[in-house]
């Protein structure tokens, strides 16, 4: 037995897909834009990176660089870009959910896919 869903509803919940995916694909475009910057080791290590996960820039304080020491500045490069890179997916999501979100409907937010 098939569910009947008066037309008009059922046009109005499409337009609400349909706009709620303009809406996904216009903020997935304004995320990428962006740029996150990102200190480590107390701001001796800074990174800029691109809501596309690309780095940007890459700026040392020169007191952290010491070549009897490179695993400290290298555990630090790497700390600053992973937290740029989970800074990124995590201002996507908090965007994302806004615009799903106002569906309520379950298992919305993994569509940012779309």
Known sequence: MK????KQAGGNMME???RMQQDMQDKTAELE???YE????GGL???VMTGKKQ???????PDIVDPEDLETLQDLV????NEAVSTVEETAAREMEKITGALGL?????LMGM
Request: a positive charge.
């Open 55 to 61: 780095l940007r820039e890459l700026e040392l304080d």
């Open 16 to 18: 609400q897909l349909q």
């Open 38 to 41: 990102v200190k480590a080791g």
């Open 33 to 35: 834009e962006r740029t």
């Open 106 to 110: 379950p298992g919305m937010p993994g």
């Open 78 to 81: 790497i700390a600053a870009v």
């Open 3 to 6: 569910a009947r869903i008066p």
């Open 45 to 47: 290590v800074r990174v």
